[in-house]
């Protein structure tokens, strides 16, 4: 099983970023942010392709029985 913990920390500084952009006020704030919030979803999309794992997130309700079973067994 791959570490995932610096995935996890880039997701969470991602998070934060999303929030102080939504909490900016002036322009040139919501501007800096705007950069900084795609420079955070770029490096979360290369964390995920590191670990190949999807870059999507996975709807549960359209994976199959029969795979969720093939992965646990195994």
């Known amino acids: 099983m791959a570490d995932t913990n610096h995935l996890v920390a880039l997701q969470s500084r991602l998070s934060r970023e ?16 705007t950069v900084w919030v795609a420079q955070a979803e770029r490096e979360v999309a290369a964390e995920l392709r590191f670990l190949g794992l999807p870059d999507a997130p996975v709807n549960i309700d359209e994976i199959l029985d029969d795979d969720i079973f093939a992965e646990l067994s195994k």
């Not at 952009?21 to 040139?28: G, I, M, N």
């Open 18 to 33: 999303k929030a102080r952009l939504a909490a900016a006020r002036s322009p040139k704030e919501i501007q800096t942010r």
